[in-house]
């Protein structure tokens, strides 16, 4: 019954995240005006569960808050994001009663220019 389970992944397999280097999403800011994912995972530490996402060149950890959002994606929209479909852009620092955190939107990748998507295209294998 939970063989099949070890079959799941949630990174596109022509990532090699092996050697890539993890950002905070608040280190991007300025940086990078939108983040083309290609996969994500979770992480348990002792702050809790958190989850990181990976573009065609890093990982970046994003606020736990995001969690939840990405534990309940579909089956079909798990296969978009690692076909590079979801794109998390308009990022922005905010104070809240827990901290400074970084707000950013969710968004679809054919709502993006030509040259972001040609730029951040994977090679495939």
């Known amino acids: 019954m939970f063989k099949e389970k070890n079959l799941v992944s949630t990174i596109n397999p022509n990532l090699n995240i092996s050697e890539f280097e993890y950002f905070k999403l608040k280190e991007l800011i300025g940086r990078r005006k939108a983040l083309r994912i290609y ?3 979770f992480n348990e530490s002792k702050f809790g569960k958190s ?3 990976f573009t065609n ?3 970046v950890n994003l606020p736990s808050r995001c969690v939840e ?3 309940n994606l579909t089956d079909e929209e798990v296969e978009a994001v690692k076909e590079g479909k979801l794109v998390l852009t308009n990022f922005k620092e905010k ?3 827990r901290g400074d955190t970084v707000i950013f939107d969710y968004e679809d990748l054919e709502n993006m220019s030509k040259d972001f998507i040609n730029e951040t295209e994977i090679a495939v294998d």
């Open 69 to 71: 959002w990405f534990e």
């Open 57 to 59: 060149e890093f990982g």
């Open 51 to 53: 989850v990181t996402v």
């Open 39 to 41: 996969g994500f995972m």
């Open 95 to 97: 104070t809240t009663d």
